[in-house]
């Protein structure tokens, strides 16, 4: 089952904070967050592997809560360079690699 | 020095056409993903390769067939080539299965 992402799309102005939210409808061993710029690759951003676990990366940080089957991705003071579209990709518990991606979330920031 | 690298960036072909797509990491991983990416941005795991053995092998029409001669390379090669399989195919590898996924840039397929 694909994970949801919300909101779908958020517009921001340099220095706002946002929140992306992915929810699962099955259990979640492990969330990875990527970010992908028109026409780019996917770019890894961080990975949670324990639910409860926190993970900063400069000003984008993420939780895991696994009882509520959710991650979050927290953008502090967001940057016209955070623009892009972020996808979460959910494992399951064999260690295969398997990721399920949500419909990512776009994001624009304006300066 | 790229670390996962595609080729071609670009293919533009014709129904019926049979073509590949060649991919390599110098990340001395061990585990190569093949994706599909369609025109809607949905991201979905095609194959997965785990030293040179298929691991994964996602609901996807025979046409497809990946092939790894060596951990450090997997290709896609595609049969009979429909208008529906237009889309950009990514390749990527991660250290283990659980590890972070590292990205080639990209092939945009178009079947004309």
């Known amino acids: 089952q694909q994970p949801v992402q919300s909101p779908q799309a958020v517009i921001l102005r340099e220095g706002e904070d946002a929140v992306i939210n992915c929810s699962s409808s099955k259990a979640l061993y492990s969330v990875h967050w990527y970010r992908q710029k028109h026409g780019e690759a996917p770019v890894f951003l961080m990975i949670?592997?324990?639910?409860?676990e926190q993970k900063g990366h400069e000003k984008i940080s993420a939780s895991f809560n696994e009882k509520k089957q959710q991650s979050s991705l927290y953008l502090t003071a967001s940057q016209l360079s955070y623009s892009g579209t972020y996808f979460c990709g959910t494992g399951g518990s064999g260690n295969t690699g398997k990721l399920i991606f949500g419909q990512g979330t776009t994001l624009q920031v304006k300066p | 020095d790229t670390a996962v690298s595609q080729t071609p960036k670009y293919l533009v072909t014709q129904m019926g056409n049979d073509k590949s797509i060649k991919c390599e990491q110098n990340l001395g991983h061990d585990t190569m993903y093949w994706y599909k990416q369609d025109s809607k941005k949905f991201l979905k795991i095609m194959f997965s390769?785990?030293?040179?053995?298929?691991?994964i092998n996602e609901t996807v029409p025979n046409r497809f067939s990946p092939k790894s001669p060596d951990k450090a390379h997997l290709n896609l090669h595609i049969n009979s080539l429909e208008l529906g399989d237009s889309a950009v195919y990514f390749c990527?590898?991660?250290?283990?299965?659980?590890?972070?996924?590292?990205f080639g840039p990209g092939t945009r397929l178009t079947v004309t």
């Open positions: 990527a590898s991660s250290q283990t299965g659980a590890g972070e996924q590292y």
């Open positions: 390769y785990n030293n040179k053995e298929l691991i």
């Open positions: 949670l592997l324990k639910g409860g």
